[in-house]
């Protein structure tokens, strides 16, 4: 790689039962022990509400222009790391921690009903479940502020984008073990966004 490239990581603020939402201590973590030299890593607490979602997610591709952008998000009682290959437009119902839903249920209206990240997270999450840790592929992101944070960045980064689903429970969940796991995992996606030919 030729100069220093960004990859912002974000994580979400408290919502129900969630008073310290483990998906911004990974981020937090991950800003800790970075991603390599030439990798800055920018992160940024996202909050459980539609339209701040929406505006900051845009803010992030509008200004810093990132290579590459990893939304981390909650899955409430699993186990086991997700990774989530589609974001979806519509059908968003539930309300957020203001109270609001959005009006038309969508994130983009007129956008695309699905759009899919540009990295294979199939092929991701079989090279990790090879060596035996838990990390499952999904083609549903669960359509609350996880899956509309994740379709409006694949929507403004033209599907250069993650999001991974971290466990709320289980011997993954704790930092030690889950932030340097995620350290790998965001690794094998930025050499496949490399090399696409590449899918680990």
Same mark, same amino acid.
């Given at each position: 790689?030729? !100069?220093?490239?960004? &990859?912002?990581?974000?994580?979400? !603020? ?23 030299? =030439? ?8 909050? &459980?509400? #539609?339209?701040?979602?929406? =505006? ?13 952008? &990893?939304?981390?998000?909650? +899955?409430?009682? *699993? ?7 589609? !974001?979806?437009? *519509? ?6 921690? $203001? ?6 249920? $969508? ?29 499952? #592929? ?7 502020? $996880?899956?509309?944070? #994740?379709? $409006? ?5 033209? !599907? ?7 466990? +709320?429970?289980?011997?993954?969940? +704790?930092?030690?073990?889950? &932030?340097?796991?995620?350290? *790998? ?16």
């Amino acid at each position: 790689m030729s !100069g220093r490239e960004t &990859v912002v990581v974000t994580g979400f !603020g408290p919502f129900r039962q969630f008073l310290v939402n483990t998906s911004w201590k990974a981020a937090q973590g991950l800003k800790l022990i970075g991603l390599g030299e =030439q990798i800055d890593v920018y992160i940024k607490e996202v909050v &459980v509400s #539609y339209i701040k979602a929406q =505006q900051i997610i845009a803010e992030i591709w509008q200004t810093l222009k990132p290579k590459f952008a &990893v939304h981390l998000g909650i +899955s409430r009682g *699993s186990r086991v790391i997700i990774l989530e290959q589609t !974001g979806k437009n *519509s059908g968003y119902r539930d309300r957020d921690v $203001c109270g609001f839903c959005p009006e038309s249920h $969508c994130c983009m209206e007129g956008g695309p009903e699905k759009l899919d990240s540009v990295i294979n997270m199939r092929a991701v999450s079989k090279h990790f479940k090879q060596a035996e840790i838990d990390v499952i #592929y999904s083609r549903d992101a669960g359509r609350y502020l $996880c899956d509309f944070a #994740y379709y $409006c960045s694949l929507y403004h980064g033209q !599907g250069r984008a993650a999001l991974i689903h971290v466990p +709320s429970s289980g011997s993954l969940a +704790s930092a030690d073990r889950l &932030v340097p796991l995620l350290q *790998s995992i965001i690794h094998s996606m930025l050499d496949q966004l490399k090399d696409p030919s590449q899918t680990v």
